[in-house]
């Protein structure tokens, strides 16, 4: 892969300028073959195992942020789901002591966070998938890196209701335990979680990849802003042109980084993912790029057009600067982390309908938001159960990342701090779907899956 000496003015330029940078690096471990019969050998089998890898991952990005000078602001580590290999572990002290295991391996290489503390669950629910669940709100309130998530449906499987049901109990205990409810940041649930997602809270390294990998993700929205607002005029096929143009210089830049860190590392290079990712940094949102298109507050009419053109974009252009584009690529759309989404609740020009409208066509889904601390659990599942149903009904990956504040009503504020951000506290419908989702079970695989 060779650069132009145009290109390479042309990145320091959105370096300098409009908040480039690789968001993440992110390790996937393998760590099956670290399980012993012993727990006290298999907990230092995985701390020696990831301490090994996460001091090599700071050591060898430094030296590439220092090389290139693109910032590389997240290094993280991503295991094999916790639920697969506590099976002949499975004791409620024996996953607090894992999960405390990962917590110190990833503060002692300098890891920002590690995630893969959770299971996939997306037809049924072992016995070790139910102790997981059981044990969240401890590990999560007691742990500052570990992140956890759960895949409860998928397009081939259903979603499973039943441990969608689990969810809002345990989010609420995890929310009384953690200052400002900050545990449950650190939980997502999918649909359709891909293997190789490189962003947290739901990065895990998947039964289907090898040993170990790299995935890189990338972020742009200031750099995707500045090119709209020089581009006021063209119609919607220019527009969409001129964002690919634009994603393809960014994945670019990340496929080096990526591919030159792997051979440091001497691993293999797993995908770079497109996806733009807001920041509580100013000029650094994508409801920005969305105003920028002509919308005067995200959320308002035309809003999911706006979403749709540039989540389209920005899978087009990224195809077209790598062959090993992954993850979830496309655009992120939390509210506690974006200014501009933010400002856009505390207007009212965004409410949790309109927000859910925009996750059909995002790639992520309901993130980073704030309700009461009073919702009801069944609520919890029903917010959580709705957006799920999108995923599978739509044959994509979405995810929920809820965070019941206690003592917070609707239009209340809650401050998060750092990546995490502010959150304004979202107005629920008052009106109840318990007698529907006690039903339970497993809302049948679309048509779809039978392409076979």
Do not use: W
Request: aromatic share 6%.
């Amino acid at each position: 892969m060779t650069f132009s000496l145009e290109e390479v003015y042309e990145t320091a330029n959105m370096i300098s300028h409009q908040n480039l940078d690789i968001r993440t690096t992110t390790l996937g471990i393998n760590l099956k073959d670290c399980i012993d019969s012993d727990f006290s050998a298999f907990r230092q089998n995985v701390y020696d195992r990831v301490s090994a890898y996460a001091g090599q991952l700071i050591e060898k990005s430094r030296a590439l942020e220092y090389k290139y000078g693109i910032p590389i602001v997240n290094k993280r580590i991503a295991v094999t789901p916790v639920s697969l290999i506590m099976e002949t572990h499975c004791t409620p002290d024996k996953f607090i002591e894992m999960a405390e295991t990962l917590d110190a391996a990833a503060a002692d290489a300098g890891i920002d966070f590690i995630g893969g503390f959770g299971g996939l669950v997306q037809k049924g629910l072992t016995r070790s998938d139910r102790m997981l669940i059981e044990m969240l709100p401890e590990v999560l309130s007691r742990t500052e890196r570990v992140c956890s998530f759960l895949n409860v449906g998928s397009n081939v499987a259903g979603l499973n209701l039943d441990a969608v049901n689990l969810l809002g109990c345990m989010l609420k205990e995890t929310a009384a335990k953690s200052h400002n409810a900050i545990g449950c940041a650190k939980f997502v649930v999918f649909v359709n979680a891909p293997e190789d997602n490189p962003f947290m809270a739901g990065a895990f390294h998947g039964v289907g990849e090898g040993d170990v990998a790299l995935n890189i993700g990338i972020s742009g929205p200031g750099v995707v802003k500045s090119v709209v607002e020089k581009n006021r005029d063209c119609d919607l096929t220019q527009l969409s042109e001129v964002i690919k143009r634009t994603v393809f210089k960014i994945t670019r830049a990340g496929e080096l980084i990526g591919r030159e860190l792997a051979a440091a590392l001497a691993i293999p290079f797993g995908i770079v993912d497109i996806s733009l990712a807001s920041t509580t940094a100013r000029g650094d949102s994508v409801a920005g790029v969305i105003e920028a298109f002509g919308i005067e507050r995200i959320g308002t009419h035309g809003s999911t057009l706006a979403i749709a053109l540039l989540m389209d974009a920005v899978k087009k252009g990224g195809a077209m600067a790598s062959g090993n584009v992954g993850g979830l690529s496309g655009t992120f759309i939390p509210v506690s982390e974006d200014t501009g989404m933010i400002e856009a609740v505390q207007l009212g020009a965004l409410g949790l309908d309109k927000l859910e409208a925009l996750t059909a066509v995002c790639s992520v889904g309901l993130d980073m938001f704030a309700i009461p601390g009073d919702a009801a659990e069944e609520t919890i599942n029903a917010i959580i159960a709705d957006e799920l149903a999108i995923g599978i009904i739509n044959n994509k990956t979405t995810a929920v990342r809820v965070i019941p504040v206690p003592g917070k009503k609707a239009g209340d504020v809650v401050e998060f701090g750092g990546l995490l951000g502010t959150a304004p506290v979202m107005k629920i419908n008052p009106f109840s779907a318990r007698d529907f989702l006690k039903r339970g079970g497993r809302l049948p695989a679309p048509v779809t899956s039978m392409r076979n």
